[in-house]
């Protein structure tokens, strides 16, 4: 194929073998986050440039490196989201429906886009699951986004592999603190960090932190410590969150160099990371913005919020196992029909039967056939049973009802009770 009729590098077919699994993940995030009380909201995947770089900041990776930026027609410049939490909080400014302290559960879904090197789990378009909390600013909204994860990973099967790290980086006066502390240390050993850390030290210092360079986080053993900065009022919020976390027994490490690519975060930061994966270990991240609402323009007003990276925890279902084995039957029962006639009441019984069980998978036979090829196809499909229609059926109103998996042999089933026969086979979702 030309290269022009290929999909662009690092953006993703997600194939039919792969939605069920997909529509699986997303029902079961999207089931828990109603019965905890959020709601979705919808935004658009196309913001002003400048909302990004307000809000993620100007020396982060993504604004710098990363963003899906041009000109729309009359010149305004325009950005692919990179992520979700700069609409949301843009839509909600615009609409109004924080103000007066009004609280906000808020959740989205949809895809993002970065451009990095793609790789297994590093993608051009990838797709999160995130949320939003306006409003509140005590540990237990922290928690209760926390617990929820863990929740989800019970439901999924994946507590086992997943660890979760937290962090405070405190209010913005004792990180602003801290940051000085760093950069004094940082800078007395200037010429023995590596490039991009020097670079950082000067846009960007807490992102020293989590450099890759070995050298460099050599220096770091002996860099000042985030936790010893941390006024009362962080540490009672980071104390509050842990207390909350141990009561319910969800277990994690405090990661001291956790400090999050973005520059929004204040108090907790916290990821879900995985050994599962190779090198792209985080499946969620999140943490507190208490400051970004009002940078943004908006009245003071906390946040805290995380995203999960969909593509990587399906990678991690599929690694581990977790598929659910009904996932891989799409079709409950397959209708075969031999003849004009015999069609148009195959299809008449059908729909019968589909006002009599919504949730039924049948699956009706297009483009007639021999009994041969008929029966082929329904083997094809996964049905459990196939149902048989041809003139002998259609002359007594009854129809062929047939196993196609394992034991049972094939017996006619009155039209009349076709509906009941079938409640009583099909388990139905
Ligand atoms: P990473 O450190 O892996 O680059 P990040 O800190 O840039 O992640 P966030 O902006 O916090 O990621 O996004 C939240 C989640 O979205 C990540 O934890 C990850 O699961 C997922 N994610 C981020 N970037 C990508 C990507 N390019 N491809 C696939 N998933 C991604
Ligand atoms: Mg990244």
Known sequence: MSKSLQAIRGMNDILPEQTPLWRYFEGTVARLLDNYGYRQIRMPIVEFTELFKRSIGEVTDIVEKEMYTFDDRNGDSLTLRPEGTAACVRAVLEHGITGGGQVQKLWYIGPMFRHERPQKGRYRQFHQIGLEVFNLDGPDIDAELIVMTWRLWGELGLRDAVKLELNSLGTSESRGRYREALVEFLSAHLDKLDEDSQRRLKTNPLRVLDTKNADTQAILVDAPKMADYLDDESRAHFEGL??????????????????????????????????????????????????????????????????????????????????????????????????????????????????????????????????????????????????????????????????????GEQQSIAWDALAAHLATCVVQG
């Open 242 to 407: 842990k207390a909350r976390l141990d009561a319910v027994g969800i277990p994690y490490v405090i990661n001291p160099k956790l400090v999050r690519g973005l520059d929004y975060y204040s108090k907790t930061v916290f990821e879900w990371v995985t050994d599962k994966l190779g090198a792209q270990g985080t499946v969620c991240a999140g943490g507190r913005y208490d400051g970004l609402v009002e940078q943004m323009g908006g009245k003071p007003t906390p946040g805290v919020g995380f995203a999960m990276g969909i593509e990587r925890l399906v990678l991690m279902l599929e690694a581990l196992d977790k598929v659910p084995e009904e996932l891989s039957r799409q079709v409950d029962v397959y209708l075969c029909a031999f003849g004009e006639a015999a069609e148009l009441a195959a299809l008449a019984l059908s729909e019968r039967v589909r006002d009599q069980l919504p949730n039924l998978r049948l699956q009706i036979n297009a483009g007639a056939g021999s009994f041969k090829s008929q029966f082929k196809k329904a083997d094809k499909s996964g049905a459990l049973y196939a149902l048989i229609l041809g003139d002998d059926e259609l002359a007594q109103q009854v129809v062929g009802f047939k196993p196609l998996r394992g034991q």
